[in-house]
Structure formats: structure tokens, C-alpha cells
């Protein structure tokens, strides 16, 4: 390590711990809600959300695996402002002080923004609804019925969104104090995010902050600049061609998906990732391509037709569908249920505890700032009666304008699911406070089962998918809610102030999510599952209403005894990492993260692994500035290569391609005279 490397080691060191010694700011020197939303506050969270946006809707449409960008959103919005106040300044204009309460603000109204996107369903729910997945789940298989489809288009996609998004917002509002005051719940994400932004505004922090930015900026630029140049080379749509389709493990490895493709997105998601996920979908995808589907190919003709197509759910391709619904499943339950245990279990503990005399014998061995905070959270109150007539407004527009949407989710499911949505939405955000595990795509699932199966043969799928997306939304964004007051509750940010905020980036969202859809939709082969943009989450979401209608009948020969077999392991393989000691439940893999690869391929595991090989190194070599720079890194590799797929999208749209096809063959296939 260069003298430079330890002088910003020691100087970081310093920083952290004078840090410690910081006092939060005096509760008179907060600026009032109204003056915590700007202009510019609110013209960075468009921007940012509108990057964000892109980069989850290409992880979206190509593996569907996205890490949570909070820390990272945080950091950007940290930097557009910081970059406009000294471009301000050089033009000698006098600018507002930018606060830890702004910083805040733009972070949850841009989070808010992108997280329409992530959750709104343009890989899964809604995109299974299309005419293309319809085929690929097979035409004439049982529970698929004719017609059953509806193809995007901008309009309804906009008008579902605005329809179900707000609900979830005003779910919770009523309970905030009780889930951030009174059970004191970690929420670990919100309070991550807090604890990055309030280092950003101390005085010694702000020099830490200045190391990230240069190191943010620095690997932007370079992840852009590499982008711009694969292009060049990437060929016709259709065509394997470019750095994303190099052998670099040989063409009998490239072939089974085994190869490092070059994408910054992934090696950044990989750096932000823990190991155990990252070695968990190497761990599927050496198992599904490496190991299961070539032996099961040389089954065709005994266990599948010798001459179905290969995209057929009864070829192949149903395997890999359903082996990783039974591993989704086997996961997904055994966590709901785990959640739900903790969740009821420490409710109890609350209420036994007799929650008043707890809480006024906490309030004596409280520190000055953590009164100083509760009494701005509980000053700054939202009237209840404002979250109800809401939650009941948006309701009732709700059951009137979705069954007119979707006919066949009748308007009795809606009432139903709007009725329990409060309560799961609690236990979800109860859960999530806990574990920081959002469960609320299980929920989905659930809803989703539930309503195909009531819906019928005819309707069942529609009903299923919408439903789905119905209770996700609310489940989902409420919990998120969650997240951001936490946020707000540490950096000493109005609850009303968040709350508006987060109302701002859904409304944005809603109208930025699907415009970004359709420039993916428009520009690049969506959904086709020998492309880029596989979107292999529509194709599973509508497999899984298909099997809510039909059963078990829709499965093909030995699927059901293997789906048995992986959806045990997946349930298994949680209990084990529960129960072991530390040293050996660490190594237990995640059964979610194997699910990934046994469909989409194993490249992007191989990216992510190496994006984790490079935190591994980093921390031997130097772990404190690893620490600090890290987010700053990763978030720079993400956005940059995020950011060039708005110019690629424009010039696919104008139809320049690339003027290169770089691609590889076996020596000797070719005689060059």
C-alpha cells in the first residue's frame, strides 16, 4: 500500500471517530416540513429516480435479481447537490444550506421513484400477462385458456399503477409510532441509510463524503466509457455477438452459459451483494447448467416428446420452470412463516410487557438525542383521520376501476383484498423491521395461488396475476414506508415532510416506470429466453396461476417428484442456517439465490462473483477504506453502464446497429483464402 493509501486510511480513522463524538444538531435549527421539500430537492429525486429506474428495470428484464439501492441513492443525491451548490457558487449565486433533512427527503422520494419499477411487475406479474409468454407457456396447456392475455400498453399500465400504488401508502401511516417508537424496531436498512447521510453532513463526515464522490465519479466514467465501447462490437439484435457473449471458458463452457459477459451492472450488484448470495447462484448455476439440465436433455424422447419445442412448459424449459418455482416456494414459505413467528412472538412479548410502564421506564435512560428525536416524530403528526379517508378513497376507486381493467378479477376479490390488506401489511412491516426481509412478494404468491384457483379454468390466470399484483403493491410499499420513516425518525426529518415526499416519487414513478418499460419493450427482444432481456419472472409468475388452476396435472413427467425433492432442500437448507452454529450456518447457501440461475443461466452469477472477489481482496488489503468505498464503487459501476442504455435504447430506436459483429467459432470451421 502507497503513503497516500495510509494517510487517507488514518485520515478516515480519525474522521470516524470524532464522528462518534458529534452531537445532531439542535431541534430549533431544523428547518419547518414545507422548507424541507425544495425545487432542487425535488428536481435531483426526478433524476435520480429516472436513473435508478433504467438500471432495475434492465436487472429487471434480464435476471430479475436487484439489491437494494438505498445506501447508493442516498450517496447520488449527495452528490447532484453538492455539485449544483459550487456550480452555483462559482457563478457567485448564493445558494440554501443543504441539510441532512433534504438529503433525506430527495433519498425517499427517489427510492420512492425507482420502487415502482422494481415492484411494479414489468418482469413478472404484469409482463406475464403479454401475448409472448402466453405462447411460451404453452398454448394448449391446460389452465392457459385462449385469450387469456393482454398486451402493455402505456395507458392501463399507468392507470393500474396510480390505481394500486397510493393504497399502500396510507396503509400504515396510523401505526408509525408503534412500529419506530414503541416496539423500537432496527429496520436495518432505513437506519443504514440514516447513518450514511447524517456522516454526510458533520463537519469531519464531509470530508469522507468529498473521497466518495472522486471515487463515485472515477468509476462512472470508466463503466460508461467501457459500455460505449462494447457497443461497437455488439452486432444485429438476434446476433451473439460482442464482449456479452465471449468464451473466456472455452465454447463447450459458453455454450451451458458458463462465461464472464463484462457487465459493470452485475460485478457492481456482486460488490454490493453479500458473499453467501453471490456463491449461492454460482452454486445454482453449476448445479441446474452444469449438472441437471444436460443430463435431463438426453431424456428426450423417454420424458419429454423427441420432437415438442423446446420453449414448451412439457419440454425442457418446464423443468427449469418449475424447479425453480419449488425452490422460490420451499424459501419463500418457510421464511413467511419463520417471520411470522418472530413477528407474533415479540407482539406478544409487547403487550405482556405492558407496553406504557416499559416505555416511561425507557424514556429515563434515553440519551438527550433519541428524546429530541421521538418528540419531533410525534410533533410532526399525521392526522389519522387523513390516512383513512385516504386509505378508503383510493379504495373504493380501486374496486370500480380494476375489474373494468381485468374482468376477470371480480370486484368481490378486490373488496376481500383491500379488506385484509392493513393487517398483512403490519405483519409484513413488522417482519421487514426485524430481519430487513420485505416479505411481501410472498404474500403475492399466496394471493396469487388463491385466486386462480377460486377465478377457474377460464379466468384464473388474469385474476391470479392481478391479484398478485394488487396485495404485492400494498404489502410492499407500506413496508417501504416503513424503511424511510426510520430514516426520517434518525435524521430528525417530518414524518409529514416523508410522507409527502414518498407520495411525490409514486406519482413520478408511475408515469417514469412504464415509460422506461416501454423503452426496453421497444428497443430490445423482451421475453425472449434465448435473448438478453429474458425477463424469466414473467414466464414463472404466469406457470405458477397456470399450476393454481390446473394443479399438479400441468407438470411435466418426473418434474413433480424433483420439485418435491428442491422445494424439501429449500426448507431444509433455511432450518440448517437457523439452527447450526454460526461458523457452519454461514455456509448454508440461500435456496432464493440458487432459484436465479436455473433459469436466466449462470453468466451473471460469474459477474457477481467476481464483483464479490473484488470486496474480498479490497478488505485483506485494506479494510477500513474498503468500508468507506465500497458503496461508492459499486454504485459508480451500476450507474454508469446504467446510464449508457439510454443513448444504446435511442439508437436502437432509429435502427443504427452496431458496426461490428464480434463473435467466436472453433478453429478450422473456416477457411480464409
Known amino acids: 500500500m502507497g503513503s497516500r493509501e495510509k494517510q487517507d486510511t488514518m485520515e478516515i480513522e480519525r474522521v470516524d471517530s470524532e464522528e462518534r463524538g458529534d452531537n445532531l444538531e439542535d431541534v430549533k435549527g431544523i428547518p419547518p416540513w414545507k422548507e424541507q421539500i425544495t425545487i432542487r430537492g425535488i428536481v435531483a429525486s426526478i433524476l435520480i429516480g429516472i436513473i435508478y429506474s433504467i438500471i432495475v428495470m434492465k436487472l429487471n428484464l434480464t435476471t430479475g435479481l436487484v439489491p437494494n439501492l438505498n445506501v447508493s441513492a442516498a450517496l447520488l443525491a449527495f452528490v447532484f447537490i453538492t455539485t449544483w451548490t459550487k456550480l452555483l457558487r462559482m457563478a457567485n449565486f448564493t445558494t440554501t444550506p443543504f441539510t441532512r433533512q433534504e438529503n433525506t427527503i430527495i433519498q425517499t422520494c427517489a427510492v420512492a421513484c425507482y420502487s415502482i419499477s422494481v415492484g411494479g411487475g414489468f418482469g413478472s406479474y404484469l409482463l406475464g400477462l403479454n401475448k409472448r409468454t402466453y405462447e411460451l407457456a404453452g398454448e394448449d396447456a391446460e389452465g392457459n385458456s385462449p385469450g387469456s392475455y393482454k398486451e402493455p400498453r402505456l395507458d392501463w399500465m399507468v392507470g393500474f399503477l396510480f390505481v394500486v400504488s397510493f393504497v399502500g401508502l396510507l396503509a400504515l401511516v396510523p401505526l408509525r409510532k408503534i412500529m419506530v417508537i414503541d416496539y423500537k424496531l432496527p429496520y436495518p436498512s432505513g437506519t443504514a441509510t440514516a447513518v450514511l447521510i447524517n456522516g454526510f453532513h458533520t463537519t469531519k463526515g464531509n470530508k469522507m463524503a468529498k473521497k466518495q464522490v472522486q471515487g463515485f465519479m472515477q468509476f462512472f466514467s470508466l463503466s460508461f466509457v ?54 449461492s447462484l454460482l452454486l445454482g448455476a453449476v448445479l441446474s447448467w452444469g449438472v441437471m439440465w444436460p443430463l435431463i436433455s438426453e431424456k428426450k424422447g423417454d420424458w419429454f416428446p423427441q420432437d ?62 433519541d428524546i429530541h428525536r421521538n418528540k419531533l416524530f410525534v410533533k410532526e403528526s399525521i392526522p389519522i383521520w387523513v390516512a383513512c379517508v385516504g386509505y378508503l378513497f383510493f379504495s373504493i376507486i380501486s374496486i370500480i376501476v380494476i375489474p373494468i381493467m381485468f374482468p376477470p378479477l371480480k370486484w368481490y376479490y378486490v373488496v376481500v383484498a383491500y379488506i385484509l390488506a392493513p393487517s398483512l401489511s403490519f405483519c409484513n412491516a413488522y417482519g421487514a423491521g426485524l430481519t430487513d426481509m420485505n416479505m411481501a412478494y410472498n404474500y403475492g404468491k399466496v394471493a396469487l395461488f388463491v385466486l386462480a384457483a377460486l377465478a377457474g379454468k377460464d379466468n384464473g390466470v388474469v385474476a391470479g396475476l392481478i391479484g398478485c399484483g394488487l396485495i404485492k403493491s400494498i404489502v410492499s410499499i407500506s413496508s417501504d414506508l416503513m424503511h424511510d420513516f426510520k430514516t426520517g425518525h434518525l435524521t430528525l426529518t417530518s414524518p409529514r415532510s416523508m410522507l409527502i415526499s414518498q407520495g411525490i416519487g409514486t406519482a413520478i414513478g408511475c408515469i417514469v416506470a412504464p415509460l422506461t418499460f416501454f423503452l426496453f419493450y421497444k428497443a430490445f427482444d423482451v421475453g425472449n429466453p434465448d435473448g438478453e432481456y429474458k425477463a424469466p419472472y414473467a414466464l414463472i409468475y404466469r406457470n405458477m396461476a397456470i399450476l393454481g388452476v390446473e394443479g399438479f396435472s400441468a407438470l411435466p413427467h418426473h418434474c413433480l417428484q424433483l420439485c418435491c425433492g428442491f422445494f424439501a432442500f429449500a426448507a431444509l437448507a433455511n432450518l440448517l442456517r437457523d439452527t447450526l452454529p454460526r461458523k457452519l450456518g454461514k455456509w448454508i447457501p440461500l435456496p432464493m439465490a440458487m432459484a436465479v440461475p436455473f433459469l436466466v443461466g449462470a453468466y451473471f452469477a460469474i459477474d457477481m462473483c467476481i464483483g464479490s472477489l473484488v470486496v474480498f481482496v479490497w478488505h485483506k488489503m485494506d479494510r477500513t477504506r474498503a468500508g468507506l468505498m465500497i458503496p461508492a464503487v459499486a454504485s459508480g459501476l451500476i450507474c454508469g453502464d446504467g446510464f449508457w442504455i439510454l443513448p444504446s435504447s435511442i439508437l436502437a430506436l432509429l435502427k443504427i446497429k452496431p458496426p461490428i459483429c464480434m463473435s467466436f467459432m472453433r478453429s478450422g470451421l473456416i477457411n480464409i483464402s
Not at 451473439?240 to 457492481?268: E, H, R
Not at 425452490?327 to 411470522?340: P, V
Open 226 to 279: 467501457w459500455s460505449f465501447f462494447q457497443w461497437f462490437y455488439s452486432g444485429d439484435v438476434g446476433q451473439q455477438c460482442g464482449f456479452i457473449n465471449f468464451p473466456t471458458l472455452g465454447l463447450k463452457a459458453w455454450k451451458q452459459t458458463f462465461y464472464f459477459d463484462f457487465s459493470m451492472t452485475y460485478v457492481g450488484a456482486g460488490m454490493i451483494c453479500s458473499h453467501l448470495v453471490n456463491l
Open 308 to 369: 415438442i419445442k423446446e420453449s414448451s412448459i412439457k419440454s425442457l424449459n418446464g423443468y427449469k420452470v418449475f424447479i425453480s418455482i419449488a425452490l422460490i416456494l420451499g424459501d419463500g414459505l418457510y421464511n413467511f412463516l419463520k417471520t411470522l413467528f418472530f413477528t407474533i412472538r415479540s407482539m406478544r412479548r409487547a403487550f405482556n410487557n405492558k407496553n406504557l410502564i416499559a416505555a416511561a421506564a425507557d424514556d429515563k435512560n434515553e440519551s438527550l438525542d
